[in-house]
């Protein structure tokens, strides 16, 4: 069965994600006491939260960035945004998984024939993915 080539590189560009999260969370384990202060960041508590997060952090990573140089207060600045990037990739990642349950369940589902199996998690699926999907 082909499948098509948004699916492959969408399911490709979450997984990146999640293996780059995994990386940097047992390299931040290695580092812990090398490290300066702690942050919170913003919560993630939803995929549209993490999306927002995203979106604007990244705005204001990149503003920070486009600087000819960078100060010690802008690297305090990004250190912190780091934290909230963090935060929403995290989530991205818990429902991305989540998502690729729903999928599969939608595949199993159509492949037995089982139209209430399908409509219901296709249903859950397309909700859940409609705030990257905009």
Do not use: C, W
């Not at 995290?90 to 089982?114: C, F, P, Q, W, Y």
């Not at 399908?118 to 397309?126: F, K, S």
């Amino acid at each position: 069965m082909k499948r098509p080539i948004t699916r492959v590189l969408l399911v490709a560009l979450f997984a990146g994600l999640m293996a780059g999260g995994v990386y940097a969370e047992e390299n931040a384990k290695e580092h812990a006491e090398e490290r300066p202060d702690h942050f919170e960041g913003q919560s993630a508590d939803s995929l549209s939260q993490a999306v927002s997060n995203l979106s604007s952090t990244n705005d204001h990573l990149a503003a920070l960035l486009a600087k000819d140089e960078l100060s010690d207060d802008d690297m305090a600045i990004i250190h912190q945004l780091t934290y909230t990037l963090e935060n929403a990739l995290a989530k991205l990642g818990e429902e991305v998984d989540t998502m690729a349950d729903l999928v599969e369940e939608v595949h199993l589902g159509s492949e037995s024939m089982e139209r209430d199996r399908v409509r219901e998690n296709g249903q859950t699926y397309l909700e859940t993915i409609r705030p990257l999907v905009r």
